[in-house]
């Protein structure tokens, strides 16, 4: 199993980026993949999540609105989309999933597989 996030970098503030998640060596249609981050400091938190197969998704309260999420199951990779991003969204972002046997959706209240994340810098 590999989840290989990448697309990070230094941004200015009310700048977007956009995150890839790589995902491979499990059938990602009985699944869903999550996006975490971690500022310096402070407990992770969960952005938002997509069910591969339908493609439902779920966002944290918080991160509505300048994030999204979205999945490309031919490529096998999963998309965070920021926009008008703030100093405060400073962080190693990371993808996730949880691999039961009976599969998993939205949201993800655990997880078994993560990737190495992507620092993503908001400054000036």
């Known amino acids: 199993v590999q989840l290989q996030a990448s697309g990070g970098g230094l941004v200015q503030p009310g700048g977007s980026l956009r995150l890839s998640c790589a995902a491979s060596g499990f059938p990602l249609e009985y699944y869903a993949i999550g996006w975490f981050r971690q500022a310096p400091g402070k407990a992770r938190e969960a952005i938002a999540c997509?069910?591969?197969?339908?493609?439902?998704?779920w966002y944290a309260d918080s991160m509505k609105g300048r994030f999204s999420i979205s999945r490309d199951m031919t490529k096998k990779e999963v998309y965070l989309q920021m926009n008008s991003l703030k100093p405060e969204d400073t962080a190693v972002y990371y993808c996730?999933?949880?691999?039961?046997?009976?599969?998993?959706?939205?949201?993800?209240?655990?997880?078994?597989?993560w990737g190495q994340g992507t620092l993503v810098t908001v400054s000036s």
């Open positions: 996730a999933t949880d691999r039961p046997e009976y599969g998993s959706s939205c949201p993800l209240y655990q997880t078994t597989d």
């Open positions: 997509i069910g591969m197969r339908d493609g439902a998704t």
